[in-house]
C-alpha cells in the first residue's frame, strides 16, 4: 500500500476500486425457488456448499461442480442465474498528492451545513452499517455508538454470556454475533481489518465529542464486513453484508466500495434491502471516468429507489474532485470526499486516533450521516422518500450540472429542513 507522508504525520492515501480477476474457481448460483435450492444443496452436500445465502436461494459452489450443476435441463429450468464469484479490492491511484490538508479541518461537515440541522436532531436511534474492512470499535469517539445485537448479548439459560457462548442465539444465522458480522472471516466484528472502515465509520457517527464528530453523532454504527487487511473480499460477502444489515435492523448501509461491470448477486441484495426499508449508499468511484458508460456497482444501481451514488468534492472548491468519477445517469450527486479528516484506526500503522483521506468512499458517509438525520426525524419515511428529499434539497451549481443527476452537492441544513417540514 503506497502513502504519501506530509507534514505532522497527516498520511493522504487515496482508494481506487475495481475488480480483479475472478476468485479462484468459485460460482455464485440463484435458484428460482427455495425447493430447487434446498434440492441442488441436497445433491452437492454441505462440504461442497462454500457459501450460503438462503435468503436469496442462493449458494457459492466450487466450479468444478458446474456442469453436474447445469446439465440437467430440468434444474436448469429453475436456476435464475450462474455468475463468477468475483473478487473486490481496494486499490491506489497512480498518483498520490500533497495538499494542506492540516489546515483544513472538518471542511466536509461545515461545507454541507451540518450545525443547522443539528438543532433539530443528531441522528439517534437510526442504525448505520458499514459494510468495509470492519469499524475499530475501541476507538474513543465510538463510544456508545456502536451496535450491539440485543439478541447475541446477556445471559444464556445457562449462565453463559451469549456474546460469546458459541450458539446463535437469536437464530440468525449467525453464532455470537453481538457486534456485527464479518464476512471474510466469519465471526463477528469487532476490529478493522485495515482502517478504511473506521473512517467511514467516524465521518457518519463519530460521537460529538470527537475532533472530528460524525454528521449524524448519535446515530448507532453496526459492522457488517467483509474486505480483509488487503482491502480484498468476494461478490458474494459483499452482498451478504448488506442483506445482514437489512435483517438485523439497519436503515442505512454505507457501500465506500465498488467495481466496474455487473452483479446479478449484488443487485438482488440491494433489492432486498429495498424491499425491506433499507437504503444503500454507494461511492461512484475513483478512476475520474464517466460511469454512464462504465458502470460501477453498486453505486450505478441509482436507478433502484433505494440506491444514492455519491462523487466527490475537491476541498472547499466546490468542484468535482481531481479523481472523482460521474455520471449524468448513474451519480446522482456530490458530497465533499477530498482531503476529509477522520477517524482512523488506532492498531494500523504508526498509533493514530485521527487521519486525512480522499476518495468517493469519504463522500458517500456524508450522505448516509445525513439519511441518518433524516430518518431519526422522520422514521417512517420510505428509502424513495429519503432519497427524494437528498436529491431536491441539493446545492445545485454549474459544476455539477449535466454530470450528476441531481446537478449538485449534499446540504445537510435544507435536507433536514424539508424533512422537518413533512406531516
Ligand atoms: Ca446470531
Ligand atoms: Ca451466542
Redesign the pocket.
Known amino acids: 500500500m503506497r502513502t504519501l507522508k506530509i507534514g505532522q504525520g497527516w498520511l493522504i492515501v487515496l482508494f481506487f476500486f475495481t475488480i480483479q480477476l475472478a476468485h479462484a474457481g468459485e460460482q455464485i448460483i440463484r435458484f428460482e425457488t427455495s425447493a430447487a435450492y434446498n434440492e441442488m444443496k441436497a445433491i452437492l452436500g454441505n462440504k461442497n456448499i462454500i457459501n450460503d445465502i438462503p435468503q436469496l436461494n442462493a449458494f457459492v459452489f466450487d466450479e468444478r461442480f458446474l456442469t453436474q450443476i447445469t446439465s440437467n435441463k430440468f434444474r436448469a429450468n429453475r436456476i435464475r442465474y450462474i455468475q463468477k464469484n468475483r473478487q473486490i479490492k481496494l486499490l491506489l491511484p497512480a498518483a498520490a498528492e500533497t495538499d494542506k490538508a492540516v489546515i483544513l479541518g472538518n471542511w466536509g461537515s461545515e461545507y454541507i451545513g451540518v450545525k443547522t440541522a443539528w438543532k433539530r436532531t443528531y441522528g439517534r436511534g437510526v442504525v448505520v452499517a458499514v459494510s468495509d474492512t470492519g469499524i475499530a470499535s475501541s476507538h474513543p469517539d465510538f463510544k456508545g455508538r456502536m451496535w450491539l445485537?440485543p439478541?447475541?448479548s446477556g445471559l444464556d439459560s445457562n449462565g453463559k454470556k451469549k456474546t460469546s457462548n458459541k450458539i446463535?442465539?437469536?437464530?440468525?444465522?449467525?453464532?455470537?454475533?453481538a457486534y456485527g458480522w464479518d464476512f471474510g472471516v466469519g465471526m463477528s466484528s469487532t476490529r478493522d481489518n485495515l482502517y478504511h472502515g473506521t473512517h467511514v465509520a467516524g465521518t457518519i457517527a463519530a460521537s460529538l465529542k470527537s475532533l472530528t464528530p460524525g454528521i449524524a453523532p448519535e446515530a448507532t454504527l453496526m459492522s457488517s464486513a467483509f474486505l480483509d487487511d488487503t482491502g480484498s473480499g468476494t461478490e458474494a460477502h459483499g452482498a451478504q453484508t448488506i442483506i445482514y444489515a437489512t435483517d438485523n435492523g439497519a436503515k442505512i448501509v454505507n457501500c465506500s466500495w465498488g467495481a466496474y461491470g455487473d452483479s446479478a448477486l449484488i443487485l438482488d441484495a440491494i433489492k432486498y434491502a429495498g424491499n425491506k426499508g433499507v437504503l444503500v449508499v454507494g461511492a461512484s468511484g475513483n478512476d475520474a471516468i464517466n460511469t454512464d458508460t462504465k458502470p460501477h456497482i453498486p453505486s450505478a444501481y441509482n436507478n433502484l429507489d433505494n440506491v444514492i451514488s455519491v462523487a466527490a468534492i475537491q476541498s472547499k472548491s466546490g468542484e468535482p474532485a481531481w479523481f472523482s468519477n460521474f455520471g449524468f445517469l448513474t451519480v446522482d450527486m456530490a458530497a465533499p470526499g477530498h482531503l476529509i479528516k477522520s477517524t482512523f484506526n488506532p492498531y494500523y500503522g504508526a498509533s493514530r486516533l485521527y487521519d486525512t483521506l480522499s476518495g468517493t468512499s469519504m463522500a458517500a458517509p456524508h450522505v448516509s450521516g445525513v439519511a441518518a438525520l433524516i430518518i431519526s426525524l422522520k422514521p417512517r419515511l420510505s428509502p424513495k422518500q429519503v432519497k427524494d428529499i437528498i436529491l431536491s434539497s441539493v446545492q445545485k451549481t454549474a459544476d455539477w450540472t449535466g454530470i450528476t443527476v441531481s446537478g449538485g452537492m449534499l446540504r445537510a441544513d435544507t435536507a433536514v429542513e424539508q424533512a422537518a417540514a413533512l406531516p
Open positions: 445485537n439478541g447475541e446463535d442465539d437469536d437464530g440468525n444465522g449467525y453464532k455470537d454475533d
